[in-house]
Nanobody, 119 residues
Framework: QVQLVESGGGLVQPGGSLRLSCVAS????????MGWYRQVSGKQRELVAG???????NYVDSVKGRFTISRDNAKNTVYLQMNSLKDEDTAVYFC?????????????WGKGTLITVSS
């Protein structure tokens, strides 16, 4: 069973930066896609950024130009560099990994890390 462990969350002032890390218990080569989602209490979890095994990335409009997702296959790690943080970025951030199989998609989730943007 694959485990994903996030780290790097915390309290930051508006305009500040944080880098999240997601370490997988095994090789991330097996995953077709990895990503970061976030969730605010009472709201649906939303995709923030995704990266494919080929390195293609996508972002939700609200973070474009501020967040950067990357992956280091040698370290089995996916990162989310977050700059120019805003109050509305406050949420629990979850790491996600997807493996496409013949008849379904395997999905794995981390337990989440809280980011609070506040002055």
């Amino acid at each position: 069973q694959v485990q994903l462990v996030e780290s790097g969350g915390g309290l930051v002032q508006p305009g500040g930066s944080l880098r999240l890390s997601c370490v997988a218990s095994g090789s991330i080569f097996i995953f077709n896609r990895m990503g970061w989602y976030r969730q605010v209490s009472g709201k649906q979890r939303e995709l923030v950024a995704g990266i494919t095994s080929d390195g293609a990335t996508n972002y939700v409009d609200s973070v474009k130009g501020r967040f950067t997702i990357s992956r280091d296959n040698a370290k089995n790690t996916v990162y989310l560099q977050m700059n120019s943080l805003k109050d509305e970025d406050t949420a629990v951030y979850f790491c996600n990994a997807q493996r496409y199989r013949a008849y379904n998609t395997e999905q794995y989730w981390g337990k989440g890390t809280l980011i609070t943007v506040s002055s």
